[in-house]
């Protein structure tokens, strides 16, 4: 990839990135000082963080907001990380932002702790942000590109942006839970939601149990089929898509936090917060954005009648709770600011004295470094959610708390609570039930604070934040982002492997050496990719070999094979070696399989406008391209439970619109031994993108190199990213080749 030379010159005007965030903010925030002086800010996150090192290795770019209502900026580089703002104005932020994100899908998602609102208008503003944003990725993305889109907010940006390029690879994280279907099915506009995420390639969700919501909810509204976390999903073209939906907890820098935790001047100020506070025994702490779903009332109750109980005093403990303002516009959040502020002012009212303090409250936002000071001078940290995603307040309490000491009471209804079992588990609504809590943790021993404390501390170390981003990308892409060009490992491989004696060149077609086309007929090789194997089909000792499914009249027709040159068609049926022809003798059995299989097919054919067959030499093949989905979905299931009844001996093979039957089994694998002898090759490079190419790498041997084209899970050793890729990397053969044997024999 490069962002300077854009690949893409007519529709996608943009420089072409390969891996793309999208989330509703950017990573930096545009601010005007008191001055009226202006620049950006870096918000630095636990996601970006995570994803930073990701982004720089392979160039990418952060598509969102930039914080302003009514500006548009042009995209920027900040810090190594390209950033590309999407402007919203300040109706759309009232409507789509402060409105159905986090007034209409916020509450519900959180099992409607404060009731929902529904406005037409609102999701009328949600469809229209989410399509810029949708838009701006498309621009973005260079062939093949992954883009993972982040958050409620941006719910219908997978759909949107598979639509206008099916080409990307697109992943969704939803950072909140995902509701039970009882209350999910509230939303006016529940099935275009779903229909929005499921454009995505993997949906993510905090908690197994989100994403168990997520796929009842998609067969109550879809029937769509569900084994495990993977979904059926048919797309335009009659094909299915497996869609996987499961979760993957997120994290924390935890070695970061750990960092900031151990500097002596972060201590120093821990010991010095003590100090203003009296030096209490106990010092109790809540840290969360004012929200309504952190549980603050409940926390506060609580903690209220311990002290008006006596099982707790103001002279040996302290509650300190942060409240970072969030959300001030929305109406909600005006409320239970109120509300708080009210409870804390009675209660300290009533319990403090002039030397203690119950409750010391802060409605601020404060640096990064004062919060783990805050930390590592609580006791106790209290985690009391009513329904929380995940939390990673607990999460980098735990990871600060280096000397093994601290207590964490944490509500079962948050995320972290799925991974911290070691912490005091509470249900915040049982307020007798989290007094006790409070009360164990102020009292716990030593001991058994250093025995949780380790285990909680060693969970969250071993799964952090970078642990989190890798695991998603990789069920996303197979293997992780892939940089454009011919990696180094792969280079040297093509230098040892271009001195073997006798090479054989096995090249897979379309996708490998031909970029995809929508009209089989139209696919062409890109022409360095064809003088490369030109060149290599002339040297000595070298043969090349395309290896395809097509039949092998089609292939000779697109692929206009360089002298010499092996073919192998319909997956490895087919062969065209150097006696000339190719002889298929079907045996009686398989050609009355055959004409038992074309009645079926044709029968089934005829049920639907533009179904076609395609006879090929040992099969047939049912085309649904051209057919609308729901019917190409029904006439693949019809053909496939047909023919599976009644010829079970037929092999079956699903590729893009196409349903293909073959009487002879065959693959790839079969055909690439085949050449391997026909060539007497002591090693072999096989090159291809597709999933039949499969059992051509699993047929490799030791001294033999495999390259995969594009994303997938592949069993192939090496990677590139499309055919231009592979055009490299077959020059580079020749090159490496030509030196070995002395030069071109054809250009003396
Ligand atoms: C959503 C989901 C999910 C808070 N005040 C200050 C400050 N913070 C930092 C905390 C923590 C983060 O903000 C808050 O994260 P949480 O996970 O606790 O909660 P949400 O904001 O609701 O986040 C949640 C999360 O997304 C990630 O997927 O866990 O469930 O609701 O990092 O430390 N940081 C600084 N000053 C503050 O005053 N520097």
Redesign the pocket.
């Known amino acids: 990839m490069n962002a300077h030379e854009p690949k893409r010159d007519d529709l996608y005007i943009d420089a072409a990135y390969d891996m793309i965030v999208v989330s509703n903010r950017l990573p930096v925030d545009y601010e005007q000082g008191p001055d009226g002086e202006t620049g950006w800010k870096s918000s630095p ?3 970006v963080t995570a994803l930073e090192p990701v982004m720089r290795a392979a160039d990418g770019a952060w598509i969102g907001w930039a914080g302003v209502a009514d500006r548009e900026f042009d995209p920027f580089e900040y810090d190594g990380i390209n950033i590309i703002p999407v402007p919203l104005s300040a109706t759309e932020l009232e409507d789509y932002y402060e409105g159905f994100s986090n007034d209409t899908l916020w509450p519900l998602y959180h099992d409607v702790i404060a009731p929902p609102s529904f406005h037409r208008e609102w999701w009328d503003a949600y469809v229209r942000v989410n399509r810029r944003f949708a838009e701006a990725a498309a621009r973005a993305a260079s062939d093949g590109a992954v883009v993972w889109v982040q958050d409620y907010q941006l719910q219908l940006v997978p759909r949107m942006l598979r639509e206008k390029r099916p080409d990307l690879v697109i992943g969704f994280f939803n ?2 839970p995902f509701p039970a279907y009882g209350i999910y099915s509230q939303l006016p506009w529940r099935r275009q939601v779903i229909d929005g995420l499921l454009g995505a390639d993997v949906i993510g969700f ?1 908690r197994a149990a989100d994403a168990g919501n997520f796929t009842r909810a998609v067969r109550r509204l879809f029937g769509y089929a569900t084994r495990g976390s993977v979904i059926d999903v048919p797309g335009p073209d009659g094909n299915v898509r497996h869609v996987v939906a499961r979760q993957f907890p ?1 994290s ?1 820098d935890a070695a970061g936090f750990e960092e900031i935790a151990r500097r002596p001047e972060v201590q120093a100020r821990a010991h010095e917060i003590r100090e203003s506070l009296g030096n209490p025994k106990t010092i109790m702490l809540g ?3 004012l ?1 309504y ?2 549980g603050i009332r409940h926390r506060l109750k609580a903690f209220g009648e311990l002290l008006r109980d006596g099982r707790l005093s103001v002279e040996d403990v302290t509650l300190v709770q ?1 409240a ?1 303002p969030s959300r001030e516009r929305v109406e909600t959040y005006r409320q239970l600011r109120d509300e708080i502020e009210l409870m804390v002012g009675r209660l300290n009212g009533d319990h403090s004295t002039l030397g203690h303090q119950a409750i010391a409250y802060l409605h ?5 470094e ?2 783990v000071a805050l930390y590592l001078a609580a006791d106790v940290m209290l985690v009391t ?1 009513l329904r ?7 999460k ?1 309490f735990v990871a600060c708390s280096f000397d093994d000491d601290g207590v964490l009471v944490l509500s079962e209804f ?3 609570s799925d991974e911290l079992r070691q912490a005091i588990l509470v249900n915040p609504h049982d307020i007798d039930g989290l007094k006790d809590a409070m009360v164990e943790a102020a009292r716990m021993p030593r001991k058994e604070r250093a025995r949780r404390m380790r285990a909680l501390r060693k969970r969250v170390r071993e799964n952090d934040v970078a642990k989190w981003s890798a695991t998603f990308l990789k069920t996303l892409t197979g293997a992780g982002i892939i940089a454009s060009g011919v990696p180094e490992g792969l280079e040297t491989a093509i230098l040892r492997i271009a001195d073997t004696d006798r090479l054989l060149v096995a090249l897979d077609f379309d996708g490998t050496l031909a970029p995809l086309v929508d009209r089989p007929q139209d696919a062409r090789a890109t022409k360095r990719a064809r003088a490369a194997i030109e060149r290599l089909a002339a040297l000595d000792d070298t043969r090349v070999a395309i290896v395809s499914g097509r039949a092998l009249e089609s292939l000779r027709e697109v692929a206009d094979p360089p002298q010499g040159a092996l073919l192998s068609g319909s997956h490895g049926v087919e062969l065209q070696l150097d006696a000339g022809g190719v002889t298929i003798d079907l045996r009686d059995a398989e050609l009355a399989a055959l004409e038992h299989l074309t009645a079926i097919l044709e029968e089934v054919a005829s049920g639907a406008e533009g179904a076609w067959v395609e006879w090929k030499p040992a099969g047939l093949a049912l085309h649904t391209r051209k057919v609308v989905a729901e019917t190409a979905a029904e006439l693949q299931r019809v053909a496939r439970e047909r023919v599976e009844s009644e010829i079970p001996e037929l092999t079956v093979r699903t590729g893009k619109g196409v349903l293909e039957f073959s009487v002879r089994p065959s693959d790839k694998g079969e055909a690439l031994t085949r050449l391997r002898q026909h060539a007497g090759a002591s090693a072999v490079v096989y090159v291809g993108d597709d999933v039949t190419d499969e059992d051509a790498f699993a047929a490799l041997e030791n001294e033999d190199l495999g390259v995969k084209v594009g994303q997938g899970r592949s069993l192939a050793a090496n990677r590139v990213r499309s055919p231009d890729d592979v055009a490299d990397l077959l020059e580079r053969l020749a090159d490496a080749r030509e030196v070995t044997r002395g030069g071109p024999s054809r250009w003396p």
């Open positions: 996150g636990g996601l950072h909140i905090q997120i924390i840290v969360d954005r929200d779903t952190k942060v970072s601020h936002g404060y640096p990064r004062e919060m959610a929380d995603g995940m939390n990673l307040v607990a980098e948050t995320g972290a």
